[in-house]
């Protein structure tokens, strides 16, 4: 298996570290290690990162939050691209929010309520990235980020710059036509509104997050919810809450959460996730559609 490696020479802007562990850095405390991390602090050294990347072949997955993430392989044959800096700024302009994709979403929810803006509430809870939340059209079932987005920019793998338009994106239960593209920056808009209002939104959201897992360590909801139902209810109704592999458990308190009891492995819970599915097939003839990223060598 070939070992991907730095340039030799130092580009300003990009730190390359070989063979990084990524336990730290998914909320789920699975060990892994990627043959090649990168991290880039502005749009420039982006370029250059991704100038490399075209010229030497070498794939590579961008890693943001850790937080909708499953490690499935010990090693990770393929660089991670980590974004920072600038990407880690954002500016509030009236009833709009321009942020950098690595923004943490809560803290933009936490922002607009500080200014009275109404819009993001429900994301105060919602863990991950801004760019993360695009790709994957991050929600609950009162809300999704899409329901916010002015427009997105974004570099293609050979470093094309473009911004979408709100209507020029393809939005979905959990997906956008963003993925695949190197989210660095969005405009969110949003409304003024009453503080007293704002309050209570956020404790309804607040409320509705109570049955989940508080403190455990776990990559958020495994699967999509089925239409007209929920993953969580039909894989409790299937008996499976406390089923185990290794330290991978799925959750006493939210069946549609796995949580890392202590060391467990990718490859556990990938197998935990195979046999709920098999089971939950077999029981009510539903196959449950992943909403976590797997990343594997083989990705």
Known sequence: MPTLRAPAQEETGIKWIENAPLDGLNSMGLRATARLLASVASEKDLLRFLEWAKETGEKFVVLGGGTNVILGDPMLDFAILRLDGDFAKYVLEGNKITA???????????????????????????????????????????????????????????????????????????????????ITRACLALKTDRPENIAQRLEAAKVRRIGQPRGARSAGCIFKNPPGDTAGRLIDAAGLKGLRRGDAVVSRHHANFIVNEGNATGPEVIELIAEVRRRVLEQFNVSLETEVQILRSTT
């Open 100 to 182: 950098g994709a690595a923004v943490p979403l809560a803290r933009l929810a936490q922002e607009a309520v500080k200014a009275a803006l109404t819009g993001l509430e429900e994301a105060s809870y919602i863990p991950g990235t801004l760019g993360g939340a695009l790709a994957g059209n991050a929600g609950t079932p009162q809300w999704q980020i899409s329901d916010n987005v002015k427009w997105v920019e974004a570099l293609d793998r050979k470093g094309q710059r473009r911004r979408f338009a709100a209507p020029e994106i393809t939005f979905e239960y959990r997906r956008s036509t963003l993925a695949g593209w190197v």
